[in-house]
């Protein structure tokens, strides 16, 4: 008999629901939006009950979907957005303000405060950060310093803190578990990356007393059941964040093996082993503790990738969907020494250039609108190359034989050929392009005893197209090297002149 695992994947814009067999074939699958609430330029947030119920409808209408009862299940597997933090009545469970999404900048002026005080490098020591109001734990502060008495209640044991796959967790069990993961403890600058339990003297810098906060499980164990929600004792058998999830769904299960995914954002992930490698202008984190074993991740984040397909089409009115640009890219043989650097809201990893600008740049009265759209595909491949070399430099460095690539960029064929060109390195995408959930999933089935062990996972995982590099490495160093040039120049564009 077919056995069936549920995942669960709540993510920034929406809560989705899928439902696989024990073959990896999906048989259900549902989703629904989530509010984005933006009470001032620069902050999200999300109403944690709606986090909740879109959920739990999204999960139904996948079971529906699937033609499945609960109890038809065997696993369950989690993963969500990273970073967001929630603070709730342990009695009432009711929030005591709305999430505060991860890219949320509510927290700046906290941060700002700690940097003063001299705690950035102890902070990045501890956690491998660099210190930000991206993570959870200055948004928590916010929190307890906005909402009136929350500290004095916080202190008294009656509020609870977390990130989203606690909140989660606690409501579909019932309330009985307390309890998060090292891969996303590892994001909220608030554990310590060596030894994988809340750091006190951290704690106690933040103000945040350590009761508020969950137990640090592993990421492949069982996470209490659903039967308080769903009526049948379906294990959550995994947790991880979304990132982890989509390095463990592209099967990188050893050291050096890696993904790229190239959604709105992007992001690389590099499996770098047992020991948190700390490489500039990139972050370490945990990849997911499975057995007692802790794996590293290394993770370079770019804002804007499959973004720049979305300025062409809605802004510049250059191409009518983001698919479109690679027939539009393929028209010429190259960009003809054209560059386009998407530094829309600032550089990411590795340059970190809050106040770099984007540019069009090389362009001749020959130019035309094809090559400034082979320019901004070709940004994602150049974009992947910076982070690529830069999780190889140093000591500590770990090089890349092969890239596996995910995300909505990647039916483009083009963008595959030509970031295995720029790399040097077969580039290689799966049959199935939703790692994230997958990991999620695999790693539920893992723990739960569906699946043997890593190697019978990893022959879940299908090759669907190799790119292998066809340039020659001349050409290709001297290609990036003027993307180098063009990336020099749009740094500090707009930083504020005295
Ligand atoms: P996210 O989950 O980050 O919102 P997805 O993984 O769904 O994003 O990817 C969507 C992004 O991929 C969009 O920014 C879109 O512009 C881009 N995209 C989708 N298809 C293509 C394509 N064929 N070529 C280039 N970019 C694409």
Request: with cysteine; aromatic share 8%; hydrophobic share 40%.
């Amino acid at each position: 008999m077919a056995r069936y695992i549920l995942g669960i994947d709540e993510g920034t814009t929406s809560a989705r629901a899928f439902v696989i067999d024990d073959d990896t074939n999906v048989v259900g699958f549902a989703q629904a939006e989530i509010t984005q609430q933006y009470p001032r330029p620069g902050w999200i947030e999300h109403n944690p009950k709606e986090i909740l119920s879109t959920q739990l409808e999204s999960i139904r209408a996948a079971l529906r979907d699937a033609n499945l009862q609960p109890s038809d299940l065997s696993a369950v597997g989690l993963t969500n957005q990273r970073e967001t933090g929630i603070v709730w009545d342990k009695e009432t469970g009711e929030p005591i303000y709305n999430a505060i999404v991860w890219a949320s900048r509510h927290s700046v002026e906290v941060v700002e405060r700690w940097v003063a005080d001299g705690l950035g490098d102890l902070i990045q020591q501890r956690t491998g950060l660099i210190p930000d109001a991206y993570y959870t734990a200055s948004k928590i502060r916010w929190i307890l310093d906005q909402v009136p008495g929350a500290q004095a209640r916080a202190e008294a044991g009656e509020l609870l803190a977390g990130t989203v796959d606690t909140w989660l967790i606690w409501n579909l069990t019932g309330r009985k578990e307390f309890v998060t993961e090292t891969s996303n403890a590892s994001r909220t600058m608030m554990m310590n990356l060596e030894t994988l339990d809340w750091d006190d003297e951290l704690l106690g810098h933040y103000g945040i007393p350590r009761h508020m906060l969950a137990r640090i499980a592993s990421s492949g164990e069982v996470f209490g059941d659903i039967s308080a929600t769903f009526g049948a004792p379906v294990p959550i058998g995994s947790n991880l964040g979304d990132q982890q999830a989509g390095l463990f769904g592209q099967a990188a299960y050893r050291e050096g093996l890696s993904k790229m995914t190239y959604g709105t954002a992007g992001v690389l992930n590099i499996n770098s082993g047992s020991k948190p490698r700390p490489i500039e202008g990139l972050t370490p984190s945990v990849g997911w503790t499975i057995g007692g074993e802790t794996t590293y991740e290394i993770e370079g984040v770019l804002f804007a990738m499959g973004k720049t397909m979305q300025w062409l089409r809605d802004d510049l009115q250059l191409i009518h969907s983001a698919p479109d640009s690679e027939w539009y890219a393929g028209q010429v043989q190259s960009t003809e020494g054209v560059y386009l650097v998407p530094a829309f809201t600032g550089l990411a990893a590795p340059n970190w250039d809050p106040h770099a600008r984007a540019a069009i740049i090389g362009m001749s009265n020959a130019t035309t609108r094809l090559h400034v759209i082979r320019a901004a595909v070709e940004s994602m491949v150049f974009q992947t190359r910076d982070v690529v070399e830069a999780a190889a430099k140093g000591e500590l460095g770990v090089s890349i034989s092969e890239l596996r690539v995910d995300g909505g960029a990647v039916r483009n064929n083009l963008l595959c050929q030509m970031q295995a060109n720029i790399l040097g390195i077969p580039v290689v995408r799966p049959k199935n392009a939703e790692a994230t959930i997958f990991g999620a999933m695999l790693l539920a089935g893992l723990s739960t005893g569906i699946y043997a062990d890593l190697e019978e996972l990893e022959s879940k995982w299908e090759v669907d197209q190799v790119f292998e590099p066809t340039m020659s490495r001349d050409q290709a160093d001297s290609l990036y090297e003027g993307w180098q040039r063009a990336v020099e120049l749009t740094k500090g564009w707009n930083r504020p002149r005295s």
